[in-house]
T-cell receptor
Framework: DTGVSQDPRHKITKRGQNVTFRCDPI?????LYWYRQTLGQGPEFLTY????????KSRLLSDRFSAERPKGSFSTLEIQRTEQGDSAMYLC???????????????FGQGTRLTVV | DAKTTQPPSMDCAEGRAANLPCNHS???????VYWYRQIHSQGPQYIIH???NNETNEMASLIITEDRKSSTLILPHATLRDTAVYYC????????????FGSGTQLTVLP
C-alpha cells in the first residue's frame, strides 16, 4: 500500500511538552496538507505545502505550531508547549496540483491522535 | 468557499440504494463538487468528484443538477461497512484548494 502514512498513530504527552508528528505523502504528490479534527467535528485545515514551500497557513495554526516539508517529500508538524486544547486527531493529506479547470482528489492518512494530559 | 448544506443524519437498509443530498447553491461555474466519507476513527476517504456531468466509479455515482446548485451521492447497494459520515465539499478557489469540511451526513446502514 503506497498511501499516505502518518507516525505515530497515537501520542500521549504531558502539558507543556513538545511533540512532533510525521507524514509521508504519496510519492508523486506535490501538495501536502495538515488538518486537525476534534471530537464530533469535521477536519479543519491547518496548513498547505506545494513541494517544499509552505504556501498557506490557517489562523488556527498558532505560534506554537510549526510545519516543515524539507526537500518536498515527507512533512513534520511540531507542537511546542502543548496545551490540553491541542488534544485532537492530526490528519495529513496529499494530492497532485491541477489546473483551475481540473479537479484533483486528496488522499488522507489515518491520522495521529494526540492526547495532552 | 461555496457553502454546502447536508442533512445531519440518514438511515438506509442494507442492500438498498443510499441517496445522500447536498445543496451548494452558491457554487461558481468552475468549482467542483467533492464527496468524502469518514468511517469512525479513520482518516477521510475520497469517494468521487464532478463538475457538470454525472459521474460514476466503483464506489458511487454522483448526480449533479443542471443548474449545479445541488447534487446527490448514490451508493447503489449499501452495506454495513458504508456506515460513515459523508461530506459534500466545494473546495476554496485559492491556490491551496483546501477542503472545508462541514458537519456532513451521518449515514447509518441498518441490517
Amino acid at each position: 500500500d503506497t498511501g499516505v502514512s502518518q507516525d505515530p498513530r497515537h501520542k500521549i504527552t504531558k502539558r507543556g511538552q513538545n511533540v512532533t508528528f510525521r507524514c509521508d505523502p504519496i510519492s508523486e504528490h506535490n501538495r501536502l496538507y495538515w488538518y486537525r479534527q476534534t471530537l464530533g467535528q469535521g477536519p479543519e485545515f491547518l496548513t498547505y505545502f506545494q513541494n517544499e514551500a509552505q504556501l498557506e497557513k490557517s489562523r488556527l495554526l498558532s505560534d506554537r505550531f510549526s510545519a516543515e516539508r524539507p526537500k518536498g517529500s515527507f512533512s513534520t508538524l511540531e507542537i511546542q508547549r502543548t496545551e490540553q486544547g491541542d488534544s485532537a486527531m492530526y490528519l495529513c493529506a496529499s494530492s497532485l496540483s491541477a489546473g483551475k479547470r481540473k479537479g484533483t482528489e486528496a488522499f488522507f492518512g489515518q491520522g495521529t491522535r494526540l492526547t495532552v494530559v | 468557499d461555496a457553502k454546502t448544506t447536508q442533512p445531519p443524519s440518514m438511515d438506509c437498509a442494507e442492500g438498498r440504494a443510499a441517496n445522500l443530498p447536498c445543496n451548494h447553491s452558491t457554487i461558481s461555474g468552475n468549482e467542483y463538487v467533492y464527496w468524502y466519507r469518514q468511517i469512525h476513527s479513520q482518516g477521510p476517504q475520497y469517494i468521487i468528484h464532478g463538475l457538470k456531468n454525472n459521474e460514476t466509479n466503483e464506489m458511487a455515482s454522483l448526480i449533479i443538477t443542471e443548474d449545479r446548485k445541488s447534487s446527490t451521492l448514490i451508493l447503489p447497494h449499501a452495506t454495513l461497512r458504508d456506515t460513515a459520515v459523508y461530506y459534500c465539499i466545494v473546495p476554496g478557489r485559492g491556490s491551496a484548494r483546501q477542503l472545508t469540511f462541514g458537519s456532513g451526513t451521518q449515514l447509518t446502514v441498518l441490517p
